[in-house]
């Protein structure tokens, strides 16, 4: 059995969740079963968040990366949230978008700061080793 | 940007001051810190040991499904509106497999995600057996240290082996929906004896009544000590039910500056210290390398050279060797 949370460390801890407006979360709960099966700690929110409570999420939850899946314009959102982030003193914290984005919007999303854009059909080795190497970094500066 | 060790001796007395001014982060921090043992967590622990006490600490427990976070969304609801200020610490399993986990309690307290008054922590089991996580205690007392009135434990949902949490809370709230035989089996079969509140949830469904009266009849047959029981309905979803629970849980408050309110409270520390020397002996006998000095007593236990409890007490023996090899 692998039970990394018992060795000192912890395993580590992701918020998958979807903001805006649109409320498929299909997608989010494949992606939180990828991560729970890759040995990691996932707080599911469900649909229809707020900047704010994300931010609030974040915090409470002490998360290493965030998880934001978007099948309409909810990325368009995103710049905002990073935003959010670095005011509250979370700026360690690395946000991944995975879901339908534009080619053209994909560089909004990294230059507002975002750490990877997963587009559809991402393997699951693709998801699990970047969110998971994203975490260990963010640890490590928090 | 000079970054100072976050486990010295510095930054756990500014993290402690931090946490005690009732700044967020901190507590978010701190609490990280005391549940994976990071260093510096038992100096945190030590420092906040005269700012605890005020919390009033309630367990919530009940079989999967029967509504333990909807009624902890409608309990903080009305305890808000009473004006008092509530941390809850929910917990689900970790995969056995994997080591992970998905922690979906607070999707049903969702609307309380923006109250400066409330916080909300998931938390993993870890491989822990008994409903909590293993260093719940030091967690409970983070969370204390920030100042709620409350603070509301929901365990992951067995039903059954969450006794635990009787010597963690000041009161433990034990969950039933109605009409499922099966619910009233695992109440008898162990946590009927740690409630302290018995809520049958669910209410707007079938049979609560005769729920309850089969409640009230099992708690008749048992002893005198049982009989300050309170049986309540309620309907977690809309509320209904509500007002009258969070009487009985601000009596229950009022009560702990009884002696006997005060001795049930000081319990949490021996369950806490037991289930960590438990858990460390379960760890290593279970990941023991081959041929290790506990690897043999296992094969020696397998060939019935040794008795259970004579290898047993080998093992903890030769457990307590390996922390003094100092690995
Ligand atoms: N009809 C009705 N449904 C309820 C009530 N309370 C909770 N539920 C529903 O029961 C389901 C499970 O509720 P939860 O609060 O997640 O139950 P839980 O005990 O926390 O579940 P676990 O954490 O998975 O063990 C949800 O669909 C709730 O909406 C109630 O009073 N009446
Ligand atoms: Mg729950």
Redesign the interface.
């Known amino acids: 059995m692998s039970s990394p949370g018992l060795q000192g460390g912890r395993p580590a801890k992701v918020l998958v969740t979807k903001i805006g407006f649109d409320g498929h979360d299909r997608g989010s709960r494949i992606v939180a079963a990828f991560l729970r099966d890759a040995g990691m700690e996932v707080v599911y929110t469900g649909p229809w968040q707020t900047v704010e409570n994300v931010v609030n999420l974040a915090l409470q939850e002490d998360v290493d990366v965030i998880g934001i899946s978007s099948l309409a314009t909810d990325h368009l959102i995103v710049p905002k949230l990073m935003e959010a982030l670095k005011t509250a003193g979370l700026g360690h914290i690395a946000v991944v978008v995975g879901g339908i984005v534009p080619d053209s919007e994909v560089g909004l999303l990294t230059d507002a700061g975002v750490a990877y854009v997963f587009h559809p059909g991402a393997s699951r080795d693709q998801i699990v080793n970047t969110i998971s190497g994203l975490a260990a970094n963010a640890r490590a500066s928090a | 940007m000079t970054r100072i060790d976050p486990g010295s001796a510095e930054a756990v007395a500014v993290l402690v001051s931090r946490l005690l001014s009732g700044e967020?982060?901190a507590l978010?921090?701190a609490?990280?810190k005391v549940?994976?043992?990071?260093a510096g967590a038992a100096a945190l622990l030590a420092a906040i040991q005269p700012h605890l006490g005020h919390a009033t600490v309630l367990g919530i427990t009940g079989p999967p499904g029967v509504g333990k976070s909807t009624l902890i969304d409608a309990l903080i609801a009305e305890l808000r509106c009473r004006g008092k200020r509530v941390g809850v610490l929910a917990v689900d399993p970790?995969?056995?497999?994997?080591?992970?986990?998905?922690?979906?309690d607070?999707?049903r307290m969702?609307r309380h995600?923006?109250d400066a008054g409330v916080?909300?922590?998931?938390l993993?089991s870890?491989?822990h057996l008994g409903g909590l996580f293993?260093t719940a205690w030091g967690v409970i007392q983070v969370m204390d240290a920030a100042g709620p009135d409350y603070i509301l434990l929901e365990t992951v949902g067995t039903g059954q082996s969450e006794v635990e949490i009787c010597d963690y809370a000041h009161a433990n709230l034990v969950l039933c929906a109605p009409g499922l035989g099966d619910d009233i089996q695992a109440i008898k079969s162990g946590i009927l004896e740690i409630a302290d509140i018995l809520v049958v949830n669910k209410a707007d469904q079938p049979n609560a009544a005769t729920t309850v009266s089969q409640l009230q009849g099992m708690l008749g047959l048992r002893s005198a000590a049982a009989s300050g029981v309170s049986v309540v309905t309620t309907t977690a979803s809309t509320g209904e039910g509500l007002p009258a629970l969070a009487d009985l849980i601000e009596a229950i408050a009022r009560d702990r500056t009884t002696p006997a309110g005060r001795r049930r409270g000081s319990r949490g520390a021996r369950r806490a210290l037991a289930n960590a020397a438990g858990?460390r002996v379960r760890?290593r006998a279970?990941?023991a390398e081959d041929s290790s000095p506990i690897d043999a007593l296992c094969e020696r236990f397998a060939r019935g050279e040794i008795a259970l409890d004579a290898a047993a007490a080998e093992l903890v023996r030769l457990v307590a060797d390996g922390e003094d090899g100092g690995e």
């Open positions: 967020t982060r978010a921090k609490i990280t549940e994976c043992g990071e970790s995969s056995p497999v994997s080591g992970g986990a998905i922690l979906g607070r999707v969702a995600t923006g916080f909300v922590r998931s993993a870890r491989g293993r858990d760890e279970l990941q």
